[in-house]
């Protein structure tokens, strides 16, 4: 009966130790069918699944321009003319139809364009932020301001994109 116990306590030691050694599954994320693969993997922060925005971007046929003075990611994406942009290390999301915007651009410090800007901006869960060098940000929520859905299987670890 002792050796049927330490025999448990044994094999329960063991299932620990390798689990915690062992690193988790990859998570993969496709892109209307195709595989993404990116130089940084995405990881889960916070309960959200953070994957590097420009090469989600980019797989939606968007543009992206990072602006390192003010820690600024900005895109456009030509197919649904939405204008994006968001600061690094902070919750806020700026997201419009650009054709909308480009009245204020002539005089973006005007009451009206901080208004414009005011009522297009929302808070996310969990703020862009940098990781290897790359700009990691919410799968749902970036994808979903491109107007794209999102699904993720938290069992197999798949972020599924699709426009």
């Given at each position: 009966?002792?050796h ?13 130790a ?5 690193p ?11 595989y ?8 889960i922060?916070?309960g959200?699944t ?5 090469a ?12 390192a ?10 197919q ?14 700026f ?21 414009f800007?005011?009522?297009h ?33 938290g ?9």
């Open positions: 009966m002792n049927k116990k330490t025999l448990a306590s044994l094999l329960m030691l063991f299932v620990l390798f689990s915690v050694i062992l988790a599954a990859d998570i993969q994320v496709f892109v209307n069918g195709q993404l693969s990116t130089d940084q993997p995405p990881v922060q916070d959200r953070m994957v590097p925005l420009r989600i971007f980019e797989a939606l046929g968007a543009q992206v321009e990072y602006f003075d003010t820690r600024t990611v900005s895109g456009y994406d030509p649904t003319n939405r204008i994006m942009s968001l600061v690094l290390d902070q919750k806020t999301l997201c419009a139809d650009y054709t909308l915007f480009q009245v204020y651009e002539a005089n973006p410090t005007s009451q009206a364009a901080i208004n800007v005011l009522s901006t929302k808070e996310i869960d969990v703020p862009a932020t940098s990781i290897g060098g790359r700009t990691m940000v919410p799968a749902r929520v970036i994808a979903e301001s491109l107007g794209a859905s999102v699904v993720w299987d069992n197999t670890r798949v972020v599924t994109i699709t426009r």
